[in-house]
T-cell receptor
């Protein structure tokens, strides 16, 4: 029973297109995150959502928008895709109200923009 | 903004060796995470610690808050331990993590 699931696993698309990546967690966690892993394997926070409120938003282009229909989902929408958006995107969740709650990661979505 | 430094970047060792990976950070944190990423790409949380020491099987993580330094140790290393190990600093409860660049570990049989 997957704790954090994200779809699709692979996404190949052309520049200028709009795409979405879905993420769902069944752990009852109160906070969800999106991370980007670049070609050098470096991870960086993009967004986090706590109780449906955006609480941090790093210097990410506004072409990226997180959407959280409920506490268990945090989807990532990307408009006007660019070559530099090619990366692996990881969704994660945690229970920040609980001391010592580790992060649980999804398996990643490899986005390739051609 | 927290700066997280890891060393070494790459480490190749023989099976059975004791492994140490170091991590330092520049700003006070609420927690320090150690993550493992296998060649298949999935990321697993190994430890989350804010003080002292934690042990899980052959893995041990320590943190020194005053020195802003943490270490991950692997005892009796095994080829299946081969992976990228990433430390990450969490400044506030709901903040995302700031990651180190990772240590690529290869354990040879």
């Amino acid at each position: 029973d997957t704790a954090v699931s994200q779809t699709p696993k692979y996404l190949v698309t052309q520049m200028g297109n709009d795409k979405s990546i879905k993420c769902e967690q069944n752990l009852g966690h109160d906070t969800m995150y999106w991370y980007k892993q670049d070609s050098k394997k470096f991870l960086k926070i993009m967004f986090s959502y706590n109780n449906k409120e955006l609480i941090i938003n790093e210097t990410v282009p506004n072409r990226f928008s997180p959407k959280s229909p409920d506490k268990a989902h945090l989807n990532l929408h990307i408009n006007s895709l660019e070559l530099g958006d090619s990366a692996v995107y990881f969704c994660a969740s945690s229970q920040i109200s609980s001391y010592n709650s580790p992060l649980h990661f999804g398996n990643g979505t490899r986005l390739t923009v051609t | 903004k927290n700066e997280v430094e890891q060393s070494p970047q790459n480490l190749t060792a023989q099976e059975g060796e004791f492994i140490t990976i170091n991590c330092s950070y520049s700003v006070g944190i609420s927690a320090l995470h150690w993550l493992q990423q296998h060649p298949g790409g999935g990321i697993v949380s190994l430890f989350m610690l804010s003080s002292g020491k934690k042990k899980h099987g052959r893995l041990i993580a320590t943190i020194n808050i005053q020195e802003k330094h943490s270490s991950l140790h692997i005892t009796a290393s095994h080829p299946r331990d081969s992976a990228v190990y990433i430390c990450a600093a969490q400044e506030g409860g709901a903040d995302g993590l700031t990651f180190g660049k990772g240590t690529h570990l290869i354990i040879q049989p």
